[in-house]
């Protein structure tokens, strides 16, 4: 299957750790996505990737969070000093045109 | 971002054919309609998207009037695995608002 992919499947750590997930985009999207969905809550847009650049970034990620695509394929999103509400189920997506194919995501739990 | 309002839950039994109803009285020139259905535990998938008029596809078919301002998607003869959340969302193609979904179930 050629689909996106997302590794972990799950993260337990405790607070004030660093966590680093990484998705594998469909080889010949040039388009990649960050989310993250809570419980009951719709996936929010966090950031967006065009090839190598970060085209754009939400609110909702502060300084503590950090994603790149260094080579225009996988990305990696990092959280430094994680904390009780970054719990959450973190969705990567990609697209070539207006559909974007999402992973199966990372689920984070933060103790 | 154009925001979108659809009803938080609705019932269906099983063969029956579902219509969600999704207002976006604010949606801009160059945003596209497009609904996604999402299972618990997995990311969500792309169902149809539209501009304008009427989009059918293998699994759902989608109504827009002249306005724009509403959109419905129709689930032709639902089954139990339909049940899921289904959300509706306009924009272009980056920067996706999902909202909280309608929350289907369909009932044997």
Known sequence: DTGVSQDPRHKITKRGQNVTFRCDPISEH?????YRQTLGQGPEFLTYFQNEAQLEKSRLLSDRFSAERPKGSFSTLEIQRTEQGDSAMYLCASSFGQEQFFGPGTRLTVL | LAKTTQPISMDSYEGQEVNITCSHNNIATNDYITWYQQFP???????????????????????????RKSSTLSLPRVSLSDTAVYYCLVAPSNNLFFGTGTRLTVIP
């Open chain 1, 30 to 34: 040039n388009r990649l996505y960050w």
């Open chain 2, 41 to 67: 535990s997995q990311g969500p998938r792309f169902i149809i998207q539209g501009y304008k008029t009427k989009v059918t596809n293998e699994v759902a078919s989608l109504f827009i009037p002249a306005d």
